[in-house]
């Protein structure tokens, strides 16, 4: 087989798998939406994350794969910390407070936020279209966060709040996606995944007791285990692995075009599922979004 075979192969292979895990994100939201009723956030990340790597743990084993040098240990705590501890948990605040639909529309722009982070750590200098795919990215992301107002009738606090703390989530995520790239060229994405996934559960524990004081879990009916599974399982070792993946494959500038799969999944199950109103803000942000990501996923 050729090399150019080669590289299309991995090319088809590392859109497929952005896309799904973009996909299983989108329907993430609407999940977590309805479990976070029962189980407070930070409780929530921390029992994804155990399930995570668990089932990464498990895959592993069978599979012997090689696993990190102690020297690349700070790495893999780096990605556990800001990618799976402090990303996920102002995710799922962020959800929880102004929905799912504006959760994946919000995060989307994370493909933008990873030109600011690739620079500094892969040496990666941006081009004038990403940067301005940069700026339209923020601006969308703004319109949605200051002027959108439209949150669930239930939402438990502030929607200024929830959008910020997804905004967090976006740039959290985008630093933990480019270093990502640094440990995927190293070691295989389901080893990158385990061990992000392991480090995210033990930073995201001390939090647990304090919620759970103030926020104490509800009825757990088998409609809310089988979303606990979802998120754990699916959402967490699943899509996870196949953003590394996609990341080893394409590079830490991954096309955003792949990436704007989650607030289409997301939008839609949440106005269909959840009964959520999409505003007109919601829309406007998100062309913005979506002309940030496409100028940002095109070869110069």
Request: net charge positive.
């Amino acid at each position: 087989m050729s090399a150019s075979a080669d590289n299309r192969g991995n090319s088809i292979d590392g859109i497929l798998s952005g896309l799904g895990a973009a996909s299983i994100w989108g329907g993430m939201y609407v999940v977590s939406r309805m479990v976070l009723e029962v189980i407070p956030p930070v409780t929530l990340v921390f029992i994804r994350l155990v399930l995570g790597t668990v089932t990464l743990a498990i895959v592993i084993r069978l599979t012997a794969a090689r696993l990190p040098s102690r020297g690349d240990l700070k790495l893999m705590a780096s990605l556990g910390l800001v990618g799976m501890c402090i990303s996920l948990v102002a995710q799922f605040a962020g959800t929880h407070l102004a929905g799912a639909a504006n959760g994946a529309l919000i995060t989307s722009a994370t493909p933008a936020f990873m030109l600011v982070f690739a620079w500094p750590i892969l040496g990666t200098r941006p081009t004038l279209r990403q940067v301005v795919a940069l700026i339209l990215a923020t601006t969308g992301v703004l319109v949605v966060t200051l002027v959108g107002t439209d949150a669930p009738a239930d939402a438990p606090g502030s929607h200024l709040a929830g959008n910020t703390f997804l905004l967090i989530a976006a740039i959290t995520w985008a630093l933990y996606s480019v270093l990502g790239g640094r440990a995927s060229s190293r070691y295989d994405a389901l080893v990158t995944t385990a061990y992000a996934t392991g480090f995210g559960a033990l930073f995201t524990l001390p939090l647990v007791p304090w919620e759970l004081a103030s926020t104490p879990v509800g009825t757990l009916d088998w409609l809310v285990w089988m979303g606990v599974l979802y998120l754990g399982i699916v959402s967490t070792a699943g899509a996870f692995y196949l953003w590394n993946r996609s990341i080893a494959r394409l590079g830490a500038s991954l096309p955003g075009l792949l990436f704007f799969a989650q607030p289409v999944v997301g939008g839609l199950l949440g106005a269909t599922v959840l009964g959520e109103v999409l505003s007109t803000s919601f829309f406007v942000g998100g062309a913005l979004v979506a002309s940030a990501v496409v100028l940002s996923a095109r070869e110069p």
